[in-house]
């Protein structure tokens, strides 16, 4: 577990690194070593698997990897249901609308700049996802600018979002189903959460049945990082616990997921030609993943927000002002992993589009990240509430992860 003094500057790190991954992707494919740097990411290694074939080296990052970053957050919000900021109805009541609204305003406009393209309307939940790594990173910078309850509800936001983006690729982005694998993944998850109900401590026996799931679920033509998720939700926790399986799980992977897993990730997925220049913004698909992210992530949330508490169903997040809500609405709008993630999903095969929802992703969360930035850093000194400093201090104590 990271120090307190510390945890700031390792998601300030994390943040950096991803950043610079992505940079890194767009100056590889915008150069004179674009060939190579194609080359090695769509090149196919390994042993050929059910539905995949031999994988591409994107592919294994993609489906494979990837699926760590999804137990990962399984098992953050598994840890949080149990215990942490979505433990009760009432705390979940705020951030479960928040998050609501943040995902369907984003795609309606989605689908609005794009006319219901036949085409395109499978793209509609490339906006619709808030990248955690990436908010979390810039609370981190901001450090006091953003009060404790901003931080609070921005990250009780992502990680509802996150729930959302899940059910998204569970459910709109399956293929035709195998009625077998996908019995047989059912009835792993079933043993593996038995093994947890019987005293099962260790973690090496969810290891191996986290990778016989990943199997089976690619299998039965669900995309396989659902495996990660269905495999935390078996993992043991007891409230109040201080080390239980979960955790060490949670607490042993972080640091790989956040310096290693998702940095590759943006590595091989945000290498975008850029031959069209700036004016390929104005296309529907990179122009409805643009809007949807920095107009339909700021509105939708903020607007839920305000329905809350105008309404009475949640009150005005302590220490904050309207400024800061609209700021922390604002950062919702970086989608770039999970956006990059859903616009490969939404349209398999087609490298052209692929790139132009990466173009709308990378625009759309840039703006996002600046703009939720210059909100929350020109924002006037709100009072601060003890609890609230209390709970954001336990956020980067232990971390959101």
């Known amino acids: 577990m990271s120090e307190p003094a510390t945890f700031p500057q390792r998601e300030r790190a994390a943040a950096l690194l991803l950043a610079a991954a992505a940079l890194a992707a767009l100056l590889a494919a915008n150069s004179r070593f674009a060939a190579y740097y194609l080359g090695v990411i769509e090149a196919h290694v390994g042993p050929a698997l059910p539905r995949l074939g031999v994988p591409s080296v994107h592919a294994w990052v993609a489906d494979g990897l990837m699926a760590i970053f999804f137990l990962l957050v399984g098992l953050e919000v598994k840890r949080e249901w149990i215990e ?27 689908l609005g700049v794009t006319g219901f393209d036949p085409d395109l309307v499978r793209g509609w939940a490339i906006p619709a996802a808030t990248d955690i790594a990436f908010v979390i990173g810039i609370l981190a910078i901001l450090g006091r600018h953003a009060p ?82 269905l495999a935390a939700v078996t993992v043991p926790i ?76 949640a009150p005005l997040p302590r220490g904050t002002t309207w400024r800061h809500l609209w700021g922390a609405a604002t950062l919702c709008g970086i989608g770039f992993t999970m956006s990059l993630f859903i616009g490969a999903l939404a349209f398999p095969g087609d490298a052209a ?49």
């Open 148 to 229: 404790p309850s901003i931080k609070l509800l921005l990250v009780t936001v992502a990680i509802v979002d996150d729930i959302g983006a899940v059910i998204i690729i569970a459910v709109a982005y399956t293929a035709d189903l195998d009625g077998a694998a996908l019995a047989a993944a059912l009835v792993l998850t079933g043993a593996m959460a038995a093994m947890g109900q019987f005293g099962v401590r260790r973690l090496w026996p969810f290891l191996i049945g986290f990778g016989l799931l990943w199997l089976l679920v690619l299998a039965s033509g669900i995309h396989p990082t659902i495996a990660g998720v």
């Open 353 to 401: 589009r692929i790139d132009q929802a990466k173009l709308g992703t990378l625009a759309g969360s840039l703006l996002s990240a600046l703009f939720g930035y210059w909100l929350l850093r020109t924002a006037p000194a709100a009072t601060p509430d003890a609890e609230d400093e209390a709970a954001a201090a336990d956020i980067f104590a232990s971390g959101p992860n």
């Open 84 to 110: 942490g900021r979505l433990s009760t109805p009432a705390e979940r009541r705020l951030p479960i609308i928040a998050a609501a609204g943040g995902m369907a305003l984003p795609a309606l406009v989605y």
């Open 238 to 313: 007891a409230r109040g616990e201080a080390s239980s399986p979960l955790k060490r799980l949670e607490h042993a992977i972080d640091p790989w997921v956040m310096f290693g897993i998702v940095p590759l990730f943006g590595f091989v997925s945000a290498g975008v030609a850029l031959g069209g220049g700036l004016s390929t913004l104005a296309q529907p698909l990179p122009l409805a993943v643009l809007l949807g992210l920095f107009i339909g992530k700021q509105l939708g949330v903020s607007g839920a927000i305000w329905g809350c508490i105008r309404s009475g169903i």
